[in-house]
């Protein structure tokens, strides 16, 4: 959700109210659980800052004491020190017969409680939580992150087919890492004292690479992987996938010449990877206008294909493979495009990234998730 700096700060008034108030009241509700509210209405008990028509209520100008206390009484919980209210209209998706949740839409999805993304700057704690590392196992008992992904519900992360073929030989692909934010840190905490529960470590159960994608194609069609991991992961607020562009107006939609917003741990302008996630805004080109750059080189694009960036320093690079581009429409982000390549100079001005177009691949995902 976004709010202008002075809802921003009405927000954090409120949010230190019901947090004194929950404080003197014990919840037996938890994040994501059913709740009814005071109206009689079904929701879900989820962060305040996530419920829409709760913020609507507190934005008012001037709420009247009965919205004062429609508010109170919606509390539900709290989540370590933010509080939890019972939002009307959410409601858990519904599992999949193999008891694995079905690809989410909004507002199960794309919702964050707050290689190199070349002039990218730092992320808050609970930014991008769908944000996730491959970690690799290497010769003489090493192991290390060298490619990223998004996790798209609570059992598989989508990345680059690259990132799973095109590995050195004798590379292994390890597990994926969820959660985290700071790498130099075993549990994640700001300057203001809010800390993330540790990152979790999630072993493999099947990988999936698209079998149009070929490790001798410079062109680097069908880029695209699917992750399934051993097991379902809880969400949390440092732990929570990304809405897909799986609807018929999501897969039209045209995004050239708008902003996005990428992510990841990959190399910065120091050549090294970087401790945080970072992110950095890049401006969606148009495929014929990226296409006349790189076919100086012999690659010819596809419209599977989506470029963006082409500013001096501001890039997505190493590091950052399989990792999302990302657009925000009515609260939620979207996973609009996968890392894929591009200079070999990353952020080299008027060369502009190249990414899998996710929504090209809406038929593809949802044939193999299960």
């Given amino acids: 959700m976004v709010v202008d700096s002075v809802a921003g700060a009405r927000l954090g008034l409120l949010a230190a109210c019901l947090l004194a108030a929950v404080g003197q ?22 962060l305040f800052r996530d419920c829409p028509p709760l913020v609507a209520i507190f934005g008012k100008p001037v709420p009247t004491p ?25 409601a858990p998706p519904p599992p999949s017969s193999s008891g694995s949740s079905v690809l989410p839409t909004a507002p199960q999805c794309g919702i964050q409680l707050t290689d190199r993304i070349h002039g990218g700057q730092p992320t808050e704690i609970d930014e991008f939580p769908w944000a996730v590392l491959i970690e690799y196992e290497k010769p003489n008992g090493r ?3 060298h490619c990223g992904g998004s996790l798209i519900n609570e059992r598989y992360v989508l990345t680059a087919a690259h990132c799973i073929s095109s590995i050195p030989r ?10 985290e934010w700071d790498l130099s ?23 999936v690479v698209h079998s149009g ?12 992987a699917l992750i399934r991991m051993a097991r379902n992961v809880d969400y949390s607020e440092s732990v929570r996938a990304i809405c897909l562009p799986l609807s018929n107006t999501a897969i039209k939609t045209n995004h050239v010449g708008t902003s996005s917003l990428a992510a990841g741990w990959g190399k910065t302008e120091s050549a090294s990877a970087s401790q945080k996630k970072l992110k950095v805004e890049l401006t969606v ?30 890039d997505t690079c190493s590091g950052d493979s399989g990792g999302p581009l990302m657009r925000q429409f009515a609260g939620a982000w979207y996973l ?24 090209k691949f809406a038929d593809w995902i949802r044939e193999n998730v299960y």
């Fill in 336 to 359: 609009i495009a996968v890392v894929s390549f591009g200079p070999s100079k990353c952020g080299t001005a008027d060369v502009p990234g190249v990414y899998t177009d996710v929504a």
């Fill in 185 to 207: 840190s075993d549990r994640d905490c700001n300057a203001d004292g809010d800390c993330n529960v540790a990152p979790i470590d999630m072993d493999i159960e099947k990988i």
């Fill in 213 to 224: 994608y070929d490790t001798q194609d410079k062109n680097h069609l069908n880029d695209i």
């Fill in 66 to 90: 009965d919205d004062t206390q429609f508010l109170e009484d919606s509390r539900c919980g709290k989540l370590e020190r933010k509080t939890l209210v019972c939002c009307p209209g959410v």
């Fill in 25 to 46: 009241t014990v919840f037996a509700l938890e994040l994501g659980q059913s709740c009814t509210n005071p109206r009689g209405e079904s929701g879900q008990c989820i």
């Fill in 143 to 145: 192991f290390g992150f």
């Fill in 170 to 179: 004798n590379w292994k692909v390890h597990r994926v890492r969820l959660g």
């Fill in 285 to 314: 080109k148009s495929l014929q206008e990226c296409s006349s750059v790189y076919q100086r080189n012999g690659i010819f694009l596809k419209s599977t294909q989506l470029c963006a960036g082409g500013l001096k320093g501001k």
